[in-house]
């Protein structure tokens, strides 16, 4: 029997072999959370906003961000919030967690209808996408 390098199934009860496909994105806008840092009373970064493409990682239970998108907003690694944190990727290997910002996250559903959450969301140097 040959192996095999990838299958997908379809919701037309068919399949093939086939490469992965790419993983779902979403376009966001995301905002520092001036609220989450007033009721920790935590020093709050400045204010900034920014839409970005966020990778819609279905097996995540954090979300996760690059360096870089955060110095891309104008905020620095110095006004990230320490957080004691471990994550680990699906290789378990142990993600660089660098600190978090506090952000609101909004965007649109296939309606059209405005959705909103606000999360906390963990910066480290080993990538430079941004992951929900």
Request: proline letters at 4%; hydrophobic letters at 40%; aromatic letters at 6%.
């Amino acid at each position: 029997m040959e192996a095999l390098f990838h299958y997908v199934a379809t919701t037309e009860m068919s399949s093939s072999l086939s490469g992965a496909l790419p993983h779902p994105t979403l376009k966001l806008s995301v905002a520092v959370d001036v609220e989450a840092y007033t009721k920790m009373k935590i020093p709050c970064p400045p204010r900034r906003s920014a839409t970005i493409i966020a990778i819609a990682d279905s097996g995540a239970q954090t979300c996760l961000m690059g360096l870089q998108i955060m110095k891309n907003w104008g905020l620095r690694q110095q006004q990230l919030t320490q957080v004691t944190k471990r994550i680990l990727a699906a290789n378990n290997e142990e993600i660089n967690v660098l600190g978090a910002v506090f952000l609101k996250l909004s965007g649109r559903n296939q309606k059209g209808e405005q959705l909103e959450t606000a999360t906390v969301v963990y910066v480290t140097d080993s990538t430079s996408r941004f992951y929900l």
